[in-house]
């Protein structure tokens, strides 16, 4: 097609590489609403240099003496099973549980890495399982020493999107007034907030894509200043094209929101 007008000739010019001045990876840094994009299905990061890994060695050495405590629904749950499937760790089983819920634990002691799962407490919508196992998010991170070698990861949204906003506002307002406490006491713990992603709900107004956005926002709020890491999982699952939306992410989605964890863990 043509294009009329003048000048006839249009020049157009080699522009400035997106990539090209990023900041090493490191707490407290802020999320541009674009916050990165997909090129050949591999995620650039525009926050910072993000970590891609192409062996089992290099997940190893990055997460090596790590503890992690991950807490929330089963999209962060997603996190603790891939890791556990790429480190091959061995699971602990703890009596009364379900794998739904956790609480899960798994090592590699050879690397004395440590990965925790604990869902989060009501409102839930999930099998049965043991009320003892339910505690809040705000009351598990009350009872953490914390220190360098702690990372705790934590995401809430897909369980309170059939709620007022307001009961999720009060829910995340008491998880970061725990957060402010723990960094008090143990400013070197790394702390790791994942956002929602996209997941295309079949019931709109159960979950779907509006209602998790509007709690997204509230989240996003609330931890704005705080000297945290957000994994922008909203973007990362928005921005791919060749998988359907679901509210659990495939396994190259996910595996890359742990690759953009790990950059923080071991900034490049």
Same mark, same amino acid.
């Given at each position: 097609? %043509?294009?009329?007008?003048?000048?006839?000739? *249009?020049?157009v010019?080699?522009?400035?590489d997106?990539?090209?001045?990023?900041?090493?990876?490191?707490?407290?840094?802020?999320?541009?609403?674009?916050?990165?994009?997909?090129?050949?299905?591999?995620?650039?990061?525009?926050?910072?240099?993000?970590?891609?890994?192409? %062996?089992?060695?290099?997940?190893?050495?990055?997460?090596?003496g790590?503890?992690?405590? *991950?807490?929330?629904d089963?999209?962060?749950?997603? $996190? $603790?099973?891939?890791?556990?499937?790429? *480190?091959?760790?061995?699971?602990?089983?703890?009596?009364?549980?379900?794998?739904?819920?956790?609480?899960?634990?798994?090592?590699?002691?050879?690397?004395?890495?440590?990965?925790?799962?604990?869902?989060?407490?009501?409102?839930?919508?999930?099998?049965?399982?043991?009320?003892?196992?339910?505690?809040?998010?705000?009351?598990?991170?009350?009872?953490?020493?914390?220190?360098?070698?702690?990372?705790?990861?934590?995401?809430?949204?897909?369980?309170?999107? %059939?709620?007022?906003?307001?009961?999720?506002?009060?829910?995340?307002?008491? #998880?970061?007034?725990?957060?402010?406490?723990?960094?008090?006491?143990?400013?070197?713990?790394? #702390? #790791?907030i994942?956002?929602?992603?996209?997941?295309?709900?079949?019931?709109?107004?159960?979950?779907?894509? $509006?209602?998790?956005?509007?709690?997204?926002?509230?989240?996003?709020?609330?931890?704005?200043?705080?000297?945290?890491?957000? #994994?922008?999982?909203?973007?990362?699952t928005?921005?791919?094209?060749?998988?359907?939306?679901?509210?659990?992410?495939?396994?190259?989605?996910?595996?890359?929101?742990?690759?953009?964890?790990?950059?923080f863990i071991?900034?490049?």
């Amino acid at each position: 097609m %043509s294009i009329s007008g003048f000048p006839s000739q *249009l020049n157009v010019t080699k522009g400035r590489d997106p990539l090209g001045n990023r900041r090493r990876c490191v707490r407290g840094l802020v999320t541009p609403q674009i916050s990165g994009f997909y090129r050949n299905g591999v995620w650039k990061s525009l926050v910072c240099k993000n970590r891609h890994f192409s %062996s089992q060695a290099g997940w190893q050495q990055c997460l090596k003496g790590k503890t992690l405590y *991950l807490m929330g629904d089963s999209s962060i749950r997603q $996190w $603790w099973e891939h890791l556990v499937r790429i *480190l091959e760790m061995k699971e602990t089983h703890i009596p009364d549980t379900i794998h739904a819920t956790g609480p899960l634990l798994a090592r590699d002691p050879v690397n004395k890495i440590t990965l925790n799962y604990r869902t989060h407490g009501p409102p839930r919508r999930c099998p049965f399982t043991r009320t003892f196992h339910l505690k809040y998010v705000a009351n598990i991170i009350d009872e953490m020493d914390g220190g360098p070698n702690d990372v705790v990861g934590i995401t809430l949204w897909a369980h309170f999107t %059939s709620y007022p906003v307001e009961v999720y506002r009060k829910r995340i307002k008491a #998880v970061r007034a725990a957060i402010e406490r723990l960094l008090h006491r143990s400013p070197e713990t790394l #702390v #790791v907030i994942k956002s929602a992603n996209t997941c295309n709900g079949n019931n709109e107004l159960i979950v779907g894509d $509006w209602l998790a956005h509007k709690l997204d926002l509230i989240m996003r709020e609330m931890f704005r200043g705080m000297n945290v890491v957000l #994994v922008d999982a909203w973007e990362m699952t928005s921005a791919q094209h060749w998988h359907r939306d679901t509210i659990h992410p495939a396994e190259d989605i996910v595996v890359q929101e742990l690759e953009f964890l790990c950059s923080f863990i071991c900034p490049l």
